[in-house]
């Protein structure tokens, strides 16, 4: 969803970015990123949703701006290697404060944790295979993240729609690594 916004209008996150880069090791922003997350999390469980929200929009934000920070200044394997490991990280925290939180079901949360982590897991078997990270899928982490601002929004006024929220996550996520999965198994027949 948000990667067909960013190809219709290829120049707004490069506009948008441009004010906040600077130059610092995107390492410590993905670090950032990360406790964020964790914040995230922790207000979720604790049934602060809207805050909870407000985290993982400042996630969202900041997992960009060490994408375009490395961009500019330029990449290494390590940078690389922290950022994707530090976005399944953020995922499991954000999702596992919703699980772990007594007012919700957390089964849902749970397997979509699973289901989020087996569709990054295709993504990076996909470059070991063939030398290129798979992204596409009907669920991106940018999507992600904004079902899940959005799920928390409401949740402050209405928690059973979290249920809700987390279930459209866990189905999405479901087709996106049947999606994954279906192409690289094209591509390598």
């Known amino acids: 969803m948000l990667e067909r916004i960013d190809q219709k209008f290829p120049g707004l996150r490069k506009k948008i970015l441009s004010r906040l880069i600077f130059k610092i090791n995107p390492n410590i922003i993905s670090f950032l990123a990360l406790l964020t997350a964790v914040i995230a999390g922790i207000c979720f469980y604790n049934s602060y949703f809207l805050i909870g929200s407000l985290f993982v929009l400042l996630n969202g934000i900041l997992d960009i701006l060490d994408g375009g920070i490395a961009k500019k200044y330029g990449t290494s394997k390590l940078g690389d290697f922290l950022d994707h490991t530090f976005d399944r990280l953020a995922d499991a925290f954000i999702l596992l404060g919703f699980a772990l939180n007594?007012?919700?079901?957390g089964e849902?949360?749970?397997?979509?944790?699973?289901?989020?982590?087996?569709?990054?897991?295709?993504?990076?078997?996909a470059q070991a295979i063939t030398g290129y990270r798979l992204y596409q899928g009907f669920l991106?982490?940018?999507d992600r993240l904004v079902i899940l601002i959005i799920i928390g929004i409401i949740g402050e006024f209405y928690s059973m729609w979290i249920v809700y929220g987390l279930f459209i996550i866990l189905i999405l996520s479901g087709l996106t690594f049947i999606e994954r999965f279906y192409m690289i198994y094209r591509r390598l027949k």
Do not use: N
Request: positive net charge; aromatic residues 8%; without cysteine.
């Open 102 to 105: 007594p007012r919700i079901s």
């Open 108 to 125: 849902i949360a749970f397997i979509a944790i699973i289901m989020i982590l087996l569709v990054s897991y295709l993504g990076t078997q």
């Open 140 to 142: 991106g982490r940018a």
